[in-house]
């Protein structure tokens, strides 16, 4: 088992920041890619980042260029930040992990990711 706990969600105004971070504990060992999904009122969740196997990195085309994952093997933490924050970024983010096949390492599939945290909630506001 994974347990994952997500801290930094505020409300912010459009053009902001904000940092969030995710620690993870129990069998860490067992899952190779950690990433942040995230879920808009009266949407389906969509990935946002993730890290696969500690350097292969992925972001959704909508976060491009303004979000950067991260991650501290050594802390068991990943990071998200999120800058140029835009009201649509508003959603509950959660962390993720899982163990993805190589062959499908840049997956953005929710089923895909076995550990969920219990969400942080960012508001961004016009």
């Known amino acids: 088992q994974v347990q994952l706990v997500e801290s930094g969600g505020d409300s912010v105004q459009a053009g902001g920041s904000l940092r969030l971070s995710c620690a993870a504990s129990?069998?860490?060992?067992?899952?190779?890619?950690m990433g942040w999904f995230r879920q808009a009122p009266g949407k389906e969740r969509e990935g946002v980042a993730t890290?696969?196997?500690?350097?292969?990195?992925y972001y959704a085309d909508s976060v491009k260029g303004r979000f950067i994952i991260s991650q501290d093997s050594a802390k068991n933490t990943v990071y998200l930040q999120m800058n140029f924050l835009k009201p649509e970024d508003t959603a509950i983010y959660y962390c993720?992990?899982?163990?993805?096949?190589?062959?499908?390492?840049?997956?953005?599939?929710?089923?895909?990711?076995?550990?969920w945290g219990q969400g942080t909630q960012v508001t961004v506001s016009s």
């Open positions: 890290i696969f196997g500690g350097d292969s990195i």
């Open positions: 993720v992990t899982g163990t993805l096949r190589y062959e499908a390492r840049w997956s953005m599939r929710p089923g895909d990711f076995g550990y």
């Open positions: 129990g069998s860490t060992y067992s899952t190779n890619t």
